[in-house]
């Protein structure tokens, strides 16, 4: 097991690291020009009193622009964590250790008992068009945008922790604090990873730029305006303009939306390029004192098909992506890298990929056979993983269970094997044991009722029919018949909101900082929806699990975890948490920690290797982005 | 045969020999026969054709390139392949074989894996094979799970050259009874159904694929499912057809036999199936023999949208899909088989309709 | 001959009202709608939702309405105000969305139309006359290879190619770096460069078809007694057959050019997916994938509506290339 | 209806309606045969000429009841001595009557069905009405040998045979059920003068030896005066001229009579004398929208101002029937000799 890296945060307070040097700063060429030219204000005038720093792995060059590709409108996500800020992100030391480092703050602090959340904006910060930021902006979030329902109906419980959301007091122009009416040791975490939510996660936290946004907001616009406005942004009403795709307020879709991050949109969707361009107010500079970022431009040009992207790939055209690069077409990537220029990185996957049976399944049959530990263990112990990772995954993933990965601060090295190995006569007899001892001609375990116990699995992916057949040979072993069945993604993800399927093919993940997004492991849109919909509307809807199941544990220690005053304590309910749900086997973890494939191209400098890929540490964003930089 | 002999058979000859005689003589078209029976009966007798099973996952050989067969060492020799030697390249985790010195004989009718013999009862018996602890006979190399692509093929040929057949054959038969309603009988009804043709033509295809194989239970076969979706789809490929029947009928109404036929006072369904149904036939096989790979085609389109037949189901459309992507084309080339036997079978069947409407052309010699 | 075309327009009405409605159903057949699509797409990204958001979303887009009601109320728009409606996933005009990727779908739809029958024509002409020659034979072959490999097949293999050893830079409608730049010989060269592969793809499976047509047509005519009369008058080879048959085995298609219509409209949805192209067919089929449902739907009327003129143009060509055929 | 009279059509009226051109407008008509009446005697040859487009073709088709008729009536006497009206049978009840009244196509070529062998195509006819193989075999072979064919070609497909021998076929064909009535429609129009003198011949004889009536329909006068001893010219789907053919010829009443006489070859060199005067001008005009008052009044050398408005009726004019108010005045010149 890694050592724990997180920083105990609880009771401390922690402040970004700051440029105070006296010595000039430098820009890149092309702001340089505008400079000259008097369109812009002298970096000096541009930058905070004291920017932040963030320690590039090696001093880089101005200038370039980043290709990548993107899959249309619905894939903001993959150029959003490039550049999204928080008051809090994840960052990856060199060993691969996560801790929690300040953004556009100059410090934090948060006081004994949890409760209450200090934050200091750093001195002289500027949205993209110059206008400083200041607590103006919180509180217009806060008032204008977050308790507003007509933009924002209900608020997330994320951000009301027992049922009251959390309230703002502005302490002066640049400090305000965020105070609980309980402890909420995970609010930092739940910040680096979700921002303060709606209405997305892709917008800073606690900020929006009044200056601009007020004109969309009807506390402050008359009705006509703001009808105007909605039909001068081609929407239907005027909410339209908020809301995650917001045509105003999205950062992706309105390029005239001042913004903090390192690069702002230029050509929007569903424009054929995407192409973003440097933000000339960013407000952190490298150790040497050259205002970042380093690349000028991001141009993310549109594909479907996974084909289209890979020969984009190797044609050299691509200069650094993660996100879509296949682990199946590794041996093809670097096969390639040669005549395309680039080379291959490998981060690990923060996720297992798992069968999912489901535990509210509506046949009664399948109903009790899942809740039956005996038959979780025997299915999990019928399937041959490392031949999966062989034939599915190029060997490049390891047979493990649905748990915390190596360099998670909840890594658990016996839940990583549990029930991982593979034993098929272990299997028969645990079915055997459970009572399913009549078979057909075939071979195929009955069913009380007679019938044979058939099990449909679906995928939503083309390529993991060959996984799934597998899985139907190893199971056909232990006397059960696996059906795999490919499907749209769209009927996947509704099947399991539907409650219509036996058990689905599925990428269980958020297996990293587990803090910041338990739900997964709670049922939720998992192995156990109806159930975590009885847990989350406290019995109003929903199906109640059994009095023993075992889930009940893992919610029982998700509560202690979330309310509890200390990290410690908190840390502590929650391992437990994760082992409940590990040992109860509901997930049936197959391969997991499997590389996620990087393309780098040879004069892309500064991205690092062997990070850990996932969603809570804002996938490639952990590679900070802003100090990358491209050779001439 | 002396020449009036000859003339005389000529002149006796049936319109069915005429064409069979004409048929012969488009030579390409008689290939294309022999070709496409031999295609059905190796599909037919595919468990005994092919090696392994088409799902016989084998983890250490994956990828495994086509192997020759040698039949010539210094001097003629028994069949044999080179052992093979499998290494994974670490940097690339592309896996190779290298051959070896090592030769295994070829073995005819050889033991291996069960087969039902049409219900009757079970064999083992296989064409060949070869004895070897570690490798198989892959004549056409092994895919991504290490299966068999020859044995794969043979195997997809059975339901390739048959589901879609049931949806084709459906399609003929509304398209023809559709087609001569409306061309025989005229007037309104011809204009109902001219009407109903237009308006089911505009209904779009793509869409409904989409809808109808989303909207029927997932536990249901996939070979099934797509057979109930062909069928349906039928509903609507019948009004090419019924177009062109249509036509004929209307130009057959007005052909003089046809009413001397009527003029002899010969019953309206005599008319039809003694008259002017056999002036169809030849078209009508030449349309048919025409669908059959506009349908195998249409599989593998749809398998490339992720709406025809999926896995498990083995179909060329479906092993198609594993190869239509540049690792396969870049890496495994050989994976793209499948694309040859279905432009094989496509050319196969395609002259073989055109031979046949050579030979139904009343003005040919 | 007015009055007729005036008729089949008023036809055309209710068969598009049919056809649009039945497409409208269709699209929702399957389960789940946009808002299943987006709320799973939102918790991928990590964005969670609740229930009772959801359900408000639904409500406003009117999701919980009956089906015959949405129907009403969207076909209402787009007759009174030609307004298609806005679409979910793009948060944008549907008529703008479409409008946006028609010019290039025509363009490239109507130069592989325009090469394949340059191609295939006198190609057909040629087979025909010289049946069960060297040159039919090698055409015939051609012909049914362009029609029996799969066009996904074909496009990958070319991209292949072009990619390992013509060293060509393939896939998209040009190369990244003037993706942004203005319009120049350089954009002009290099789009020329990528458009190829999906021009011959194109062209080979809609030339080789028509070849075969072609030279069939033609056999039906050549084998006619006319012919033999003009060849005993004395008329040279080339006179007989550009004259009056090579016209009549055009009739077909002349009078199918409509049908084309459509096709010219969507372009080819698996080409242009595998090429990579912004042409209108992938927007319908991710518009059909998400559950877009009023992008899904204005494409279908669309497309519908090609079709029941490309149809009605059919059969007026029809009629007036030959006599024979009275419109029924 | 006299004893020996076989048929006898009264006023026969066909009209094709044309598309609608929308709702409630009234489709145009063409109107193909208008108001034709005459009988023909047992025994007779009635020839029925006019250019084509006439209505020749359909007054025989409807006779034969291939077209449903607008109005009118055809009286045909069965072989047992009765009388029937058919223009209102339907199928079933003209099936009996269709063995009595049979047609011999134009077209040698189309109308018989390249599939069937001579056999199943001239025993057709007896199939449908029920006789027995044995019986047909014997009456094909007989038939064959009775138009000149050998019998032993009963196994043959109609490819085998020329033009004239198809028309042969065609006959035989049309002789199976010892019909008392034929209609040839152009019988021999479509085939070499020498083939087309020997198929008439044959016609005559089988006339002669079973006492066949025939409805002979040709444009060529020169041919009907051979063989048939009644005419009616037709023009725009109306008599205009009927009569005694000898007489009609000889002493035409009608123009249009005169113009077809005037277009027949005349091997005599007095012939030369009919070409002062220029030939039948123009063509035939439209029958949907056909020329006021006396149809032929646009091509007709002698037209007044009065035959443009008032349609002449069809009056007895020295023993021929005719239909021209002029025809008293004109003195037209006929066939001589």
Redo the contacts between chains.
């Keep these: 097991m890694k050592i724990f890296a997180l920083r105990a945060l609880a009771g401390l307070a922690a402040s970004t690291a700051l440029f105070s040097a006296a010595w000039a700063y430098q820009e890149s060429p092309m702001l340089a020009e505008m400079v000259k030219a008097g369109t812009l204000p002298p970096v000096e005038e541009r930058l905070p009193a004291k920017p932040s720093v963030i320690e590039a792995a090696e001093v880089g060059q101005y200038g370039g622009t980043w290709?990548r590709a993107y899959k249309?409108?619905?894939d903001?996500?993959g150029p959003t964590k490039l550049l999204e800020e928080r008051v809090v992100k994840w960052r990856s030391d060199k060993d691969g250790n996560l801790t929690l480092v300040p953004g556009y703050i100059e410090s934090y602090a948060v006081n004994e008992s949890s409760t209450e959340f200090t934050f200091t904006l750093l001195e002289g910060l500027k949205w993209s068009d110059g206008v400083p930021v200041t607590t103006d902006d919180v509180a217009f979030w806060y008032n204008d945008v977050f308790l507003n329902t007509d933009i924002i109906?209900?608020i997330?419980?994320?951000f009301a922790p027992g049922g009251k959301p959390m309230e703002l007091e502005v302490v002066d122009a640049r400090t305000f604090k965020i105070k609980f009416a309980q402890p909420y040791v995970y609010f930092l975490t739940i910040l680096a990873?979700?921002s303060t939510?709606?209405p997305?996660?892709d917008r800073p936290s606690f900020l929006f730029p009044k200056h601009y946004l007020s004109q969309f907001n009807n506390h402050y616009a008359k009705p006509e305006e703001l009808e105007a406005a909605a039909k001068k942004y081609?929407?239907?009403k005027w909410q339209?303009l908020w809301g995650?795709?917001?045509?105003a307020t999205a950062w992706w879709?309105n390029p005239d939306l001042p913004v903090i991050t390192a690069w702002k949109i230029e050509?929007p969707?569903?424009g054929?390029?995407v192409?973003m361009v440097r933000n000339p107010y960013y407000w952190a500079v490298d150790q040497a004192g050259n205002q970042l970022p380093y690349i000028d431009r991001i141009?993310h040009?549109?594909?479907?098909?996974?084909?289209?992207f890979?020969?984009?790939i190797?044609?050299g055209?691509i200069d650094f992506q993660m996100r879509y690069a296949n682990t199946?077409?590794?041996?093809?990537y670097?096969?390639?890298a040669e005549k395309g220029g680039y080379h291959v990185i490998k981060w690990r996957d923060a996720q297992a990929w798992s069968l999912l049976p489901n535990l509210n399944s509506q046949d009664e049959f399948l109903n009790g056979f899942f809740g039956n530990a005996d038959v979780r263990q025997a299915l999990s112990l019928a399937v041959d993983r490392d031949?999966v990772n062989?034939?599915g995954f190029?060997?490049?993933g390891e047979a493990r269970s649905a748990s915390p990965v190596t360099g998670s601060p909840y890594y658990n090295a016996d839940l990583e094997t549990h029930w991982a190995a593979y034993d098929p006569d272990a299997a028969n007899a645990l079915l055997d044991g459970a009572g399913f001892t009549e078979k057909d001609a075939d071979g195929f375990r009955l069913r009380p009722d007679g019938k044979r116990i058939?099990i449909?699995v679906?995928g939503a992916e083309?390529n993991q029919?060959?996984i799934l057949?597998?899985v139907?040979?190893n199971y056909k072993d232990i006397g059960i018949e696996l059906?795999?069945?490919?499907?749209?993604?769209?009927?996947w993800?509704?099947?399991r909101?539907?409650n219509?399927?036996?058990m689905q093919y599925y990428p269980f993940d958020r297996l990293s900082v587990v803090a910041a997004?338990p739900?997964n492991m709670m049922g939720s849109?998992s192995y156990a929806n109806q159930n975590f919909?009885w847990y989350s509307?406290k019995g109003a809807s929903g199906v109640e699990p059994a009095p023993d199941a075992p889930i009940r544990q893992i919610w029982a220690a998700w509560d202690k975890a979330s309310t509890a005053p200390t990290r410690e304590a908190a840390d502590a309910a929650l391992n437990e948490m994760i082992a409940a749900f590990v040992n109860a086997g509901y997930v049936i973890g197959l391969v997991g920690e499997t590389a996620v494939v990087g393309i780098v191209d040879n004069d892309v400098k500064n991205v690092p290797d062997g990070l850990i890929n996932d969603?809570?540490t804002r996938g490639e964003g952990l590679a900070v982005t802003q100090q990358i930089w491209i050779k001439e | 045969m002396t020449d009036t002999s000859r003339a005389e058979s000529h002149f006796t000859a049936s319109a069915r020999t005429l064409m069979w005689r004409r048929f012969r003589k488009h030579r390409l078209a008689v290939v294309s026969l022999v070709f496409l029976v031999a295609c059905y009966l190796a599909a037919l007798f595919a468990p005994f054709l092919a090696p392994y099973p088409p799902?016989k996952?084998e983890?250490l050989q994956?990828f495994v390139p086509p192997q020759m067969v040698h039949i010539w060492d210094g001097g003629p020799a028994w069949p044999f392949v080179y052992e093979l030697k499998r290494t994974?390249?670490a940097?690339?985790?592309?896996v190779t074989y290298e051959q070896t010195d090592k030769k295994i004989p070829v073995q005819f009718f050889v033991r291996g894996a069960e087969w039902s013999v049409f219900g009757l009862g079970t064999s083992d018996l296989h064409l060949f094979g070869i004895e070897a602890k570690k490798q198989k006979l892959n004549l056409l190399g092994t895919d991504?799970?290490?299966q068999d692509v020859f044995s794969r093929l043979l195997y997809g040929a059975r339901v390739t050259l048959s589901a879609g057949l049931v949806g084709v054959a459906f399609a003929f038969v509304l398209g023809l009874t559709m087609g001569a309603i409306s061309g025989y009988y005229g007037g309104r009804v011809d204009t109902a159904i001219q009407r109903l043709m237009e308006f089911i033509r505009s209904v779009p295809t793509i869409p409904l694929w989409?809808g109808l194989?989303?909207a029927l239970p997932?536990?249901w076969d996939?070979l099934f499912v797509y057979v109930l979706i062909t069928l349906i789809l039928a509903l609507i490929s019948w009004t090419s057809l019924a177009r062109v029947v249509r036509g004929r009928f209307l130009s057959l109404k007005s052909e003089d036999y046809v009413l001397a036929a009527r003029l002899s006072g010969a019953s309206q369904t005599r008319i039809i199936t003694r008259h002017m149904l056999p002036a169809m036939t030849s078209y009508i096989i030449a349309a048919m023999t025409l669908a059959v790979p506009e349908m195998i085609l249409g599989e593998t389109a749809l398998s490339f949208l992720?709406l025809g037949l999926?896995?498990?189901v083995v179909s060329w459309g479906v092993l198609l899909?594993d190869a239509?992507?540049?690792?396969s084309v870049?890496?495994a080339p050989w994976l793209l088989t499948p694309g040859l036997a279905v432009v094989l079978v496509v050319l196969a069947f395609n002259f073989l309709g055109d031979g046949l409407r050579d030979a139904a052309d009343p003005y040919g010699q | 001959m007015l009055r007729i075309i005036l008729t089949r327009c008023l036809w055309a009405i209710p068969t598009l009202i049919v056809v649009s409605f039945i497409s409208f159903v269709i699209i929702q057949l399957?389960?789940?709608d946009y808002v299943?699509?987006y709320?799973?797409?939102?918790?991928?990204?990590?964005?969670?939702l609740?229930?009772?958001?959801v359900e408000?979303m639904r409500q406003d887009f009117g999701l919980r309405d009956p089906i015959l009601w949405q129907y009403a109320r969207w076909i209402t728009k787009i007759l009174l105000h030609g307004d298609f409606g806005?679409s979910f996933?793009?948060?944008?005009?549907v008529s703008?969305?479409i409008w946006?990727r028609l010019g290039l779908t025509l363009l490239l739809s109507t130069i592989s139309l325009v090469f394949t029958w340059g191609i295939a024509i006198p190609i057909g002409v040629y087979s025909a006359t010289r049946q069960y020659s060297v040159v039919d034979y090698v055409v015939t072959i051609f012909g049914f290879v362009g029609k029996g490999i799969p066009e996904f097949l074909l496009a990958?293999i070319l991209?292949w190619v072009g990619?390992s050893w013509l060293n060509m830079?393939?896939?998209?409608?040009m190369?990244?770096e003037f993706?942004?730049a203005p319009w120049s010989i350089a954009k002009a060269l290099n789009v020329l460069e990528h458009v190829w592969i999906p021009i011959v793809v194109l062209a080979t499976s809609g030339a080789a078809g028509l070849i075969r047509v072609m030279r069939a047509n033609m056999l039906d005519e050549l084998g006619k007694p006319y012919v033999e009369t003009a060849y005993a008058q004395g008329f040279s080879e080339r006179q007989v057959v550009w004259n009056y048959p090579v016209r009549v085995a055009l009739n077909p298609f002349i009078s199918t050019v409509g049908w084309a219509l459509p096709a010219l409209f969507s372009g080819d949805v698996i080409t242009a997916?595998?090429?990579?192209l912004?042409t209108t067919g992938?927007l319908l089929?991710?518009a059909l994938?998400?559950?877009d449902m009023y992008l899904a739907g204005g494409f279908i009327l669309i497309l519908s509506t090609f079709t029941v003129v490309g149809t009605l143009l059919s059969d007026i060509l029809l009629a007036w290339s030959d006599p024979r055929v009275r419109l029924g | 209806m006299t004893p020996e009279t076989l048929l006898e059509v009264r006023n026969l009226t066909k009209h094709f309606p044309l598309k609608s051109p929308g709702w409630g407008k009234p489709a145009p008509l063409l109107r193909a045969v208008e108001d034709v009446s005459f009988s023909i005697n047992k025994g007779d040859t009635f020839g029925l000429v006019g250019e084509s487009g006439s209505g020749k073709s359909t007054v025989a088709r409807l006779i034969l009841r291939a077209y449903e008729l607008t109005s009118g009536t055809v009286n045909f006497r069965r072989a047992d001595g009765s009388v029937t009206d058919i223009s209102r049978l339907d199928d079933r009840a003209l099936r009996p009557i269709r063995a009595e009244m049979q047609m011999i196509f134009q077209d040698p070529y189309s109308s018989l069905n390249p599939r069937m062998t001579l056999r199943d195509l001239i025993g057709e006819p007896m199939l449908v009405h029920g006789h027995r193989k044995a019986e047909i075999d014997d009456r094909v072979a007989e038939l064959l040998g009775l138009v000149g064919l050998r019998p032993e070609f009963a196994g043959r497909y109609p490819h085998a045979f020329s033009g004239g021998q198809r028309q042969r076929i065609g006959i035989a064909r049309a002789l199976a059920l010892n019909p008392s009535f034929i209609a040839a429609d152009e019988a021999v129009s479509a085939l070499d003068v020498s083939v087309a003198a020997q198929n008439i011949n044959l016609l005559q004889d089988l006339q002669e030896r079973f006492g066949i009536t025939y409805l002979f329909i040709t444009h060529d006068l020169g041919m009907v005066e051979h063989i048939s001893n009644k005419l009616a010219v037709m023009y725009l789907g109306r008599i205009v001229e009927m009569g005694d053919t000898a007489t009609l010829l000889s002493r035409p009443r009608h123009p249009y009579t005169e113009a077809l006489l005037r277009a027949v070859p005349q091997p005599d060199p007095r012939g030369r004398a009919a070409r002062r005067r220029p030939p039948l001008a123009g063509e035939v005009p439209s029958a949907v929208t056909p020329p006021s008052g006396c149809a032929f009044h646009p091509r007709c050398p002698y037209a007044t101002p009065d035959c443009a408005r008032v349609l002449p009726e069809l009056r007895l004019l020295g023993g021929v029937q005719v239909r021209c108010h002029r025809a008293e005045d004109l003195a037209l010149e006929g066939v001589h000799g």
């Design positions: 290709n249309g409108p619905g903001r996500w109906p209900t997330d419980p994320t990873k979700d939510g709606e997305s996660l081609g929407v239907e339209d995650s795709k917001g045509a879709s050509t969707a569903p054929d390029v192409t141009e040009r549109l594909f479907d098909q996974q084909d289209a890979n020969l984009m190797a044609q055209q199946n077409d590794f041996p093809f670097m096969e390639n031949t062989e034939l190029a060997g490049l058939t449909t679906e083309d029919a060959g057949q597998v139907a040979d059906l795999p069945r490919i499907i749209d993604r769209t009927a993800d509704d099947n909101n539907n219509t399927f036996d997004d739900r849109d919909i509307t969603d809570i | 799902d996952i983890k994956t994974r390249n940097e690339t985790a592309r991504s799970l290490g989409m194989a989303a997932i536990e996939p992720g999926r896995p498990p899909q239509q992507n540049l690792r870049a890496l | 399957p389960p789940g299943t699509a709320v799973a797409e939102l918790r991928r990204g990590g964005e969670y609740t229930d009772t958001q408000l806005q996933h793009y948060n944008a005009p703008s969305l946006d990958l991209m990619f830079d393939v896939g998209g409608l190369s990244p993706d942004t997916v595998v090429l990579n912004p992938p089929l991710q994938k998400m559950q």
